[in-house]
């Protein structure tokens, strides 16, 4: 158990739905990361907050978001999902620059 | 930019028998290295990391991975597979420290051990 945790683990929607993906760091960690994992384009990376604010953006579409909350749990929107948003959404945490640990993930299947 | 290249993206081996994955990448400035294995419906388990320091790594499991600078590589290796194994691995770099952590992932290598 990595202690990150995301929920939930699996998510069916329709097409041009929108959904929120949770994900809990690690306790002491400040920094989130998400990650997309996909047959066609492999492990990708989308974005990240430290204490709050956005650090550093990858290749996140612009129907996609994240805040970070107080807490400092995390929130990843996908909005007006299309079938090829379907794939693997993982969370990670680290203390600052740190060695970062995975979720368990979030399965999307967008039908 | 960083980039991360996996040689292979399917490995069969004998149980038993030595595991060889295949990483190279370009990084322009001093890499932190990662290999991650994935199992079947699983998140990612890291295995071993090089920041600073030896250049051989001792990893999880068994498995070690040697920082090659002249040769932008970061092999991982186990001497003896055994069935479970296998899995997906994944090689990984960042910039590390102050630049924060994002990840670069390879392409990624299945495993499959033979009995």
């Known amino acids: 158990d990595s202690g990150v945790t995301q929920t939930p683990k699996h998510l069916i929607t329709a097409t041009g739905q929108r959904v929120t993906l949770r994900c809990s760091p690690r306790?002491?960690?400040?920094?989130v990361y998400w990650y997309q994992q996909s047959l066609d384009q492999g492990l990708q990376f989308l974005i990240q907050?430290?204490?709050?604010?956005?650090?550093a953006k990858g290749n996140i579409l612009e129907r996609f978001s994240a805040q970070q909350f107080p807490d400092l749990h995390s929130e990843l929107n996908l909005s007006s999902l299309e079938l090829g948003d379907s794939a693997l959404y993982f969370c990670?945490?680290?203390?600052?620059?740190?060695?970062?640990?995975f979720g368990q993930g979030t399965r999307l299947t967008v039908v | 930019a960083q980039s991360v290249t996996q040689l292979g993206s399917h490995v069969s081996v004998s149980e038993g028998a030595l595991v060889l994955l295949r990483c190279n990448y370009s990084?322009?400035?001093?890499?932190?290295l990662f290999w991650y294995v994935q199992y079947p419906n699983q998140g990612l388990q890291l295995l071993l990391k090089?920041?600073?320091?030896?250049?051989l790594v001792k990893g999880i499991n068994g498995f070690e991975a040697e920082f090659k600078k002249s040769e932008t590589s970061f092999h991982l290796t186990k001497p003896s597979a055994h069935m479970s194994d296998a899995a997906e691995y994944f090689c990984?770099?960042?910039?590390?420290?102050?630049?924060?952590?994002?990840?670069?992932f390879g392409g990624g290598t299945r495993v499959l051990v033979k009995p």
């Open positions: 990670a945490s680290s203390v600052s620059g740190g060695l970062a640990f």
């Open positions: 306790s002491g960690d400040l920094s």
């Open positions: 907050y430290y204490n709050g604010e956005e650090r």
């Open positions: 990984a770099v960042s910039r590390g420290g102050a630049a924060g952590n994002k990840l670069t």
């Open positions: 090089y920041t600073t320091g030896a250049t």
């Open positions: 990084s322009s400035v001093p890499p932190y």
